[in-house]
């Protein structure tokens, strides 16, 4: 089956700095890829689409210069979270979905991001 | 605001019994699904059931969906152990291709 692998499964970093989470799909193309963020015991909200060769479409409320989605190839997307701070903390997990679009989304395994 | 509710929030059930999870929504759908996400881990996908779809079955898993109520059901039959997970409703609404996921039912089931 469609399996995708995201990188790396948990970080911890310092405030202010950077991080850049990877998303692969391993056996298939995708030129959309989804990312979440997910708070504990809460359910997955849509960061932002990301569009392989084009930018990536936000949605409301999402820093699109504080989260920076980078789609260039049909197999990876990266997420990098800038000046990172502790409410930047979250599991964040990739998806994406094989060929034309259609259902289901495969998703990653996620990141699990601390911010001290 | 989330497309999807589901209740109960949480379940707990012992081994052999039947876990039932409800998901409601609130716009026009092309399809819903349902997602497994066991602790700290990605989701999977279970099961998706169109909207000119009544029922489904997957093995022990049996979706139904109403549209007149907006709302889906998932039945897991003769539950295990290793069904222990949070369970997720995801809609597809008929204005987009976006999926917005249900605030998930955390399921226990003791051995």
């Known amino acids: 089956g469609a399996v995708v692998s995201q990188h790396p499964s948990w970080v911890i970093c310092k405030s202010g700095t950077s991080v850049k989470i990877e998303c692969r799909s391993l056996?298939?193309?995708?030129?959309?890829m989804f990312w979440y963020r997910q708070f504990p015991k809460q359910s997955l909200m849509l960061m932002a689409t990301?569009?392989?060769?084009?930018?990536?479409?936000?949605e409301q409320g999402v820093e699109k210069d504080k989260f920076l989605i980078n789609h260039a190839s049909l197999t990876l997307s990266t997420l990098t979270v800038t000046s990172a701070h502790p409410e930047d903390s979250s599991f964040y997990i990739c998806?994406?979905?094989?060929?034309?679009?259609?259902?289901?989304?495969?998703f990653g395994n996620g990141t699990r991001l601390t911010v001290t | 605001s989330q497309q999807g509710e589901e209740d109960p929030q949480a379940l707990s059930i012992q081994e052999g019994e039947n876990a039932t999870m409800n998901c409601s929504y609130k716009?026009?759908?092309?399809?819903l699904q349902w997602y497994r996400q066991n602790s700290g881990r990605g989701l999977v996908h279970l099961i998706l059931i169109r909207s000119n779809e009544r029922e489904k079955h997957s093995g022990r898993l049996r979706v139904t969906l109403d549209t007149s109520k907006k709302s889906s059901s998932l039945l897991i039959t003769a539950s295990r152990a290793a069904d222990t997970a949070s369970y997720f409703c995801?809609?597809?609404?008929?204005?987009?291709?976006?999926?917005?996921f249900g605030e998930g039912t955390q399921l226990t089931v003791n051995p």
């Open positions: 716009t026009s759908i092309n399809n």
């Open positions: 056996d298939f193309q995708a030129t959309t």
């Open positions: 990301s569009n392989e060769g084009s930018k990536a479409t936000y």
């Open positions: 995801a809609t597809t609404q008929t204005s987009g291709s976006r999926l917005t």
């Open positions: 998806s994406a979905r094989v060929g034309g679009g259609r259902p289901p989304l495969h």
